[in-house]
């Protein structure tokens, strides 16, 4: 069990009772529940950071400027993703058509 983020590793056993001992009959990792994370306004970091982008001065040739602009496009076997995440919504969310041996790449606007 790897220690990532703030979540504390978890297991889950199943154990057999119906005889005179108890026997372990599987051993194994469940869903993290995050522990120890912290919350602190966007202001206190904002003044701090390296970069920042207006969305209005972002050239990038697959920026998505609102969520009806992303999309897919496919150019032989090079399909880009253009997506826009909002907090925990990522649009588009249903990837269809990618095949295999196709490269994809995904362009992520936040």
């Known amino acids: 069990y790897l220690p990532t983020g703030p979540e504390l590793f978890q297991s889950a056993q ?4 119906t005889g005179e ?4 009959l599987l051993d194994f990792p469940t869903i993290g529940e995050p ?6 306004p966007a ?7 390296v970069k920042f982008y207006s969305l209005a001065q972002n050239a990038n040739p697959y920026k998505v400027m609102k969520e009806t602009e992303g999309g897919i496009t496919r150019s ?5 993703v253009k997506m826009v995440a ?3 919504h990522f ?3 249903n990837i269809e058509g990618i095949q295999m041996g196709d490269t994809v790449y995904f362009h992520v606007t936040n």
């Open 14 to 17: 199943l154990i057999d009772i």
């Open 21 to 24: 001992k108890m026997k372990l």
């Open 35 to 40: 522990h120890y994370a912290q919350a602190l």
């Open 43 to 49: 202001s206190m970091i904002k003044d701090k950071q």
């Open 76 to 80: 032989g076997k090079r399909v880009d």
């Open 86 to 88: 909002i907090r925990s």
């Open 91 to 93: 649009a588009p969310d």
